[in-house]
């Protein structure tokens, strides 16, 4: 079946950890994306990418890392420097100039 | 900048129909669109509408867009207990981002509960 996973589903790290969340699709989709949802604010994109070896900021990027070595993969790095990594993350994927998204299932991130 | 705005909660009996209401600011978005949410998942994309449309009907959801006022709004008819969840109010921005529409400015979401 086509589709996007995100892997885990739950993840938790210790402070000050690096942590790389997966983001895998097999929908031969050239964009893909990485939001971050929490509570009562909604989806915040933190980097997109168009095409493979290129990627881009979004709005809240900073404590982030992205690579896209792979058409169908784009994982995200939660680096140290993000001061309030909890948060539940979701990963999107769409044809460059198609009318939909298709979303992983997200993974929730617990720093402790 | 953009702006996506929607109230943060709904409540409606079994059976009645329910309308989620949303604002946006940024005129020239090409694509407006409503995301599903159910608890702990991912976004489900339940139906768009292009911005030279006013209206789209889909089964039980129909979109209304006041392209004037920046207003669009999602109705379920008779609405289940398994529409129960979140959800999202998102558009398409102009400018810089290329038209791709993956990158969406999404409103915080509307919680829909609905009481049997």
Redesign the interface.
Known sequence: DGGIT?SPKYLFRKEGQNVTLSCEQNLNHD???W?RQDP??????IY?S?IVNDFQK?DIAEGYSVSREKKESFPLTVTSAQKNPTAFY?C???L???????????T?LTVV | GEDVEQSLFLSVREGDSSVINCTYTDSSSTYLYWYKQEPGAGLQLLTYIFSNMDMKQDQRLTVLLNKKDKHLSLRIADTQTGDSAIYFCAETPGGDYGGSQGNLIFGKGTKLSVKP
Do not use: N, V
């Open positions: 995100q964009a893909m994306y939001y009562g604010q909604g989806l915040r994109l997109y168009q979004g979701l999107a994927s769409s460059e100039y198609s009318t939909e998204a298709f979303f992983g299932q997200g929730r």
